[in-house]
């Protein structure tokens, strides 16, 4: 679900630090729990 996380711009914000899709996928989880 890319649109999912395009919608909440995670996946904008893990390119922006150059992270790769398991790491965004982290951090996706951790805000969704915060």
């Known amino acids: ?3 999912l996380y395009e919608s ?3 996946e904008r914000m ?3 630090a150059g992270w790769p ?3 965004s996928n982290i ?3 951790r ?3 915060a």
């Open 1 to 3: 679900p890319l649109g």
């Open 31 to 33: 805000t969704v729990a």
């Open 8 to 10: 909440s711009g995670f």
């Open 14 to 16: 893990a390119e922006f």
């Open 21 to 23: 899709e398991g790491h």
């Open 27 to 29: 951090i996706l989880c």
